[in-house]
């Protein structure tokens, strides 16, 4: 079966995965509540500075590959104007006659999860309405109402936040902003955490590997991030944030359409934790005291020929205060009686995209996409120190032709050059033995490296009407330090009826392993970090991975306006190489070697939504994880720190005009393999010699009131109180070889009472 597909997939050669088609009407609402179509109307979609019109009946089709802002305009009668975001599938707009009302107020309410119907990979898409369901401070916070993505904290120290999709680390998961490579490399541990939830327009999950065309990253999936666009009829947008966790937030957006073709938008950001708390009572910070400042300026300019431009400019600084409560700023970790942390990250990134096309249609055309990152990581564990240079450059250049209705094609060339600079140092008085040296000893691990690759791709796109989506792509990458690497990747869609739609697809995927950044949680231990066997060859540092698995999914016609659907998944992985950090092996050390076994991972997961009447929303989901890896002295055993199955419950409630809106959340989250020196703590379950974490809930609340251009709302967090105690081993002990911060299962921190608003001021 497995020869048989990589058959298929290695004689397959590739284009970008199908943008929607939104279906939209143009409606009448008379003063007495009835409705008719307006035949003929016109539709302004303001980014691409094009009209179209309704048909004789009312109805339009087009093609969006972003969030678009479209006007309905018909003589005699009032404007109406609908802001669609990725995953919607259809809308309406409702005029009215100009000499029937005084004042028109035109209300719409966008699905907040939504599973997209149109693209060929299963993609969940979180809208802008579902990221408000909750605090959604940042990224990180995103994901508490989807069971495809899980995310816990790499440690009890530092913050740093990680996302686990297809039970597998986020570092196999490529991050996407607006269809860039982001957060790599030495901003991936607190990446999650630089991304303001209020900055984004919507997200979409996208399991598997997908397309190509951003490179061989995508193991599990891709995580894309639409930002607020330079077009949104939003010149001023304010969000304040504020929780009892001493926690402090401030976001302003400023949309300007400065003429036809130039457009821009201003992204800022300041976050601070105020004031220290230790609700467990172990001496250490529960969170970091973290100040945060993030600025962004993104530009669009579009030509009435159909040339775009987009560039922008990003700049973040970060400063984190970490361990025991008596630690300082002013103090030198390294010569302060008391464990402390000390974590400064500075990161500036610009890019250019240019679309050009080559026709009148724009069905045939040329993309350029540039991006550089420049990121400096200065922190301090204990005794541990860790420092870090990056200085990324990503190329892309893409060709699409639209040849027919049926058939796509698209060729690029990309180039990627990340020049890392990095260096560890232990502090200690002895390393690898019980007896103290008579003199300080500093174990330093330097690990630099200079990785180049060009790659060459292909995508094939064949579509049938709305039955048949299929795509091949083919991508061959020559890497100056791994050779060449050939990444073969197909995807199938299939829909038997309009509402029975089977999903297909397996690739292969690859990543350069960042050994300290990607565990940044062994720091916050007192084990050496013993890396000799990979460092000798960084060859040694390429990730393998074949995944593959599918979808189907059921359209139900009931619920209110049918929006119910039932979807099953099933997804493996598996790797042919792999990079191992092994805390169990030796209980001096954090040992990292390469993979000699099998490691795979198999998810199920089955998603329902429902609305049982109008402007009721519930969604439930659950996934079950069956993950294993190769361990030396232990041989194939469960992944560590990998639960097994996480349960959803979603309902939210708005009433008329959505002027009061009410969410709630309910969490199961499955049991954890734990280490075995785990063994003994509080809470931890023995069967048949291993360790496990027990199953436990999370609740989450949160109620929203709507004035004239102001949302105040408040919420709640982990209601239930629930807590993973004695997240520190040895705490009392922290300059000792038993202190370990590293094993999280569970919540960290208590009960979360937050309180905010939104205030937004339309064009």
């Given at each position: 079966?497995?020869?048989?597909?990589?058959?298929?997939?290695?004689?397959?050669?590739?284009?970008?995965?199908?943008?929607?088609?939104?279906?939209?009407?143009?409606?009448?609402?008379?003063?007495?509540?009835?409705?008719?179509?307006?035949?003929?109307?016109?539709?302004?979609?303001?980014?691409?500075?094009?009209?179209?019109?309704?048909?004789?009946?009312?109805?339009?089709?087009?093609?969006?590959?972003?969030?678009?802002?479209?006007?309905?305009?018909?003589?005699?009668?009032?404007?109406?104007?609908?802001?669609?975001?990725?995953?919607?599938?259809?809308?309406?707009?409702?005029?009215?006659?100009?000499?029937?009302?005084?004042?028109?107020?035109?209300?719409?309410?966008?699905?907040?999860?939504?599973?997209?119907?149109?693209?060929?990979?299963?993609?969940?898409?979180?809208?802008?309405?579902?990221?408000?369901?909750?605090?959604?401070?940042?990224?990180?916070?995103?994901?508490?109402?989807?069971?495809?993505?899980?995310?816990?904290?790499?440690?009890?120290?530092?913050?740093?936040?990680?996302?686990?999709?297809?039970?597998?680390?986020?570092?196999?998961?490529?991050?996407?902003?607006?269809?860039?490579?982001?957060?790599?490399?030495?901003?991936?541990?607190?990446?999650?955490?630089?991304?303001?939830?209020?900055?984004?327009?919507?997200?979409?999950?996208?399991?598997?590997?997908?397309?190509?065309?951003?490179?061989?990253?995508?193991?599990?999936?891709?995580?894309?991030?639409?930002?607020?666009?330079?077009?949104?009829?939003?010149?001023?947008?304010?969000?304040?944030f504020g929780s009892s966790h001493a926690m402090a937030e401030a976001n302003i957006a400023s949309s300007l359409q400065l003429n036809e073709r130039w457009s821009t938008v201003i992204l800022a950001h300041a976050s601070s934790v105020l004031k220290s708390i230790d609700h467990n009572d172990d001496g250490f910070r529960d969170e970091p005291q973290a100040t945060q400042f993030n600025l962004s300026n993104r530009w669009l300019y579009y030509d009435p020929s159909g040339f775009q431009m987009r560039f922008g400019i990003r700049a973040l600084a970060d400063d984190r205060l970490g361990g025991q409560m008596g630690f300082e700023r002013d103090h030198d970790p390294l010569t302060s009686e008391f464990w402390g942390s000390r974590i400064k990250n500075k990161g500036l990134n610009g890019y250019l995209k240019l679309g050009i096309p080559l026709n009148e249609e724009n069905s045939h055309n040329i993309a350029i996409v540039a991006d550089y990152n420049y990121h400096t990581l200065g922190s301090s564990y204990g005794l541990k120190t860790y420092d870090g240079t990056q200085k990324s450059i990503f190329l892309n250049l893409i060709y699409q032709n639209q040849l027919n209705d049926n058939h796509r094609v698209s060729f690029g060339l990309s180039g990627q050059d990340d020049d890392f600079r990095e260096d560890v140092e232990d502090h200690r008085t002895y390393i690898f033995t019980p007896v103290p040296s008579p003199e300080p000893i500093t174990y330093k691990i330097p690990l630099h490296r200079r990785e180049r690759s060009v790659g060459i791709y292909g995508e094939y796109n064949y579509t049938l009407d709305d039955k048949v989506t299929f795509v091949g792509s083919l991508r061959g990458d020559y890497n100056n330090i791994h050779g060449f690497l050939f990444a073969p990747r197909v995807t199938l869609k299939y829909s038997f009826t309009d509402d029975i739609i089977f999903r297909l697809l397996g690739g292969r995927g690859f990543r350069t392993a960042n050994l300290f950044a990607d565990n940044i949680g062994i720091f916050s231990t007192g084990r050496i970090i013993n890396v000799e066997e990979i460092r000798g060859d960084q060859h040694n540092l390429l990730e393998d991975a074949w995944t593959y698995g599918g979808n189907i999914t059921f359209y139900l016609p009931f619920g209110y306006e049918n929006n119910t659907y039932i979807s099953f998944d099933y997804f493996r992985n598996d790797f042919l190489k792999q990079v191992i950090v092994d805390q169990e092996l030796d209980i001096l050390q954090a040992l990292v070697y390469n993979l000699d076994g099998k490691s795979y991972t198999n998810t199920y997961q089955v998603d329902f939504s429902v609305d049982p009447i109008e402007r009721f929303n519930i969604v439930t989901t659950f996934r079950y994880t069956d993950a294993k890896v190769t361990l030396r002295g232990q041989g194939l055993v469960e992944r560590p720190l990998t639960s097994r199955f996480k349960a959803v419950f979603n309902a939210q409630y708005a009433t008329a005009m959505n002027k009061w809106t009410f969410d709630f959340t309910a969490q199961l989250n499955g049991k954890t393999k734990l280490p075995n020196f785990m063994a003994g703590q509080d809470k931890v379950i023995e069967k048949d010699g291993e360790y496990f974490s027990p199953i436990y809930p999370m609740f989450f609340a949160q109620i929203t009131r709507k004035f004239r251009g102001i949302d105040v709302y408040v919420g709640g967090e982990n209601l239930g109180n629930y807590r993973q105690r004695n997240a520190i081993l040895n705490a009392d002990k922290p300059f000792s070889e038993d202190f370990n911060a590293s094993a999280i299962w569970g919540p960290l921190s208590g009960i979360k009472i937050y309180a905010g608003l939104r205030l937004t001021i339309w064009k």
């Open positions: 079966m497995r020869k048989a597909l990589l058959s298929a997939i290695f004689i397959l050669f590739c284009t970008t995965i199908l943008a929607q088609d939104f279906k939209g009407s143009v409606i009448y609402r008379r003063s007495d509540g009835k409705t008719e179509p307006l035949p003929f109307a016109q539709i302004y979609i303001i980014e691409k500075a094009k009209l179209i019109e309704t048909d004789e009946n009312g109805h339009f089709t087009i093609n969006l590959e972003e969030r678009t802002t479209m006007v309905a305009t018909y003589v005699g009668y009032t404007k109406d104007t609908l802001i669609v975001d990725p995953g919607v599938p259809s809308g309406e707009f409702y005029l009215m006659g100009e000499n029937e009302v005084d004042e028109a107020v035109v209300t719409s309410r966008q699905l907040t999860n939504t599973l997209s119907r149109i693209k060929p990979v299963r993609t969940e898409v979180i809208t802008a309405v579902g990221l408000c369901k909750m605090a959604c401070c940042n990224l990180a916070e995103s994901f508490e109402n989807s069971a495809s993505v899980t995310v816990g904290y790499s440690d009890a120290i530092t913050g740093a936040r990680q996302i686990k999709l297809l039970g597998l680390a986020g570092t196999y998961t490529q991050l996407l902003d607006e269809n860039r490579p982001v957060m790599r490399g030495l901003a991936s541990p607190f990446g999650l955490t630089y991304v303001p939830g209020q900055w984004l327009e919507s997200i979409q999950i996208a399991k598997g590997p997908s397309s190509v065309i951003n490179g061989l990253e995508a193991i599990t999936g891709q995580i894309n991030m639409e930002h607020r666009k330079p077009t949104d009829e939003v010149p001023f947008f304010l969000q304040l």
